[in-house]
């Protein structure tokens, strides 16, 4: 339940800055193959999927390897965002974070696709009160 939340905290707060520069943030898109997370369109020369995980999904890799292009394939399009989000601090999710970039460029490699990854870091930070 927490994605839907998180998905809606990121559509509130950029939707509007996207629709200033004349771009447009659209919120589960049917791809023909389910819906991807996120699609920012503008004109003709302007289509990026974004697909949004938690880091500590099971099938946090599934959504990089798997379902990213398939979207892709499905909507016809060039570019796409891998927008991982780091909500906890376990072993396995460590191990994600860092290799990461050289997942997205192996499936880069593999599919042919054009996938960047950006990160979200949700953990707490220590206060500053308490440097």
Known sequence: MLEPKMQLIFLGVLGNHFKKVGLRLDREVETGRGPVDFTVTGDRRVRV??????????????????????????????RAIFLAVRDSDTPAARK????LQEEAAAVRAEAGLGIEVERIDMLPKPSASKA
């Open 96 to 99: 994600r974070w860092e290799t």
């Open 49 to 78: 999927l974004i697909e949004m995980k938690r880091l500590s999904r099971t099938d946090f890799w599934q959504g990089l390897r798997d379902q990213t292009p398939i979207y892709m394939r499905g909507q016809e399009v060039k």
